[in-house]
């Protein structure tokens, strides 16, 4: 089962951006990948996904303003997050359809 681990988390005051890393530790060439997040006190919240076709789809709170890719020479998905809100704080995810990562923490605070 490949393993997942994001990184590029951190504290962004608003407006700014992040990347996020998801990291494989097997092929995901095949698969669907997807982003969620998890708000204090919020239930999970899916953000995006990006096909093995790369297609590409967003929540709509999300969209216009974060980007998702993958490259699977590198085995690795990203999340380009820009004009981001307090709103936007997080935990946030990677997955595949077999497996979670741990989770990389997003704040954004003034």
């Known amino acids: 089962q490949v393993q997942l681990v994001e990184s590029g988390g951190g504290l962004v005051q608003p407006g700014g951006s992040l990347r996020l890393s998801c990291a494989a530790s097997?092929?995901?060439?095949?698969?669907?990948m997807a982003w969620y997040r998890r708000a204090p006190g919020k239930q999970r919240e899916w953000v995006a996904i990006i096909t093995a076709t790369d297609r590409t789809m967003y929540a709509d709170s999300v969209k216009g303003r974060f980007t998702i890719s993958r490259d699977n020479a590198k085995n690795e998905m990203y999340l380009q997050m820009n004009s981001l809100t307090p709103e936007d704080t997080a935990v946030y995810s990677c997955s595949s359809p077999t497996t979670w990562g741990q989770g990389t923490q997003v704040t954004v605070s003034s």
């Open positions: 097997g092929r995901i060439n095949i698969y669907n």
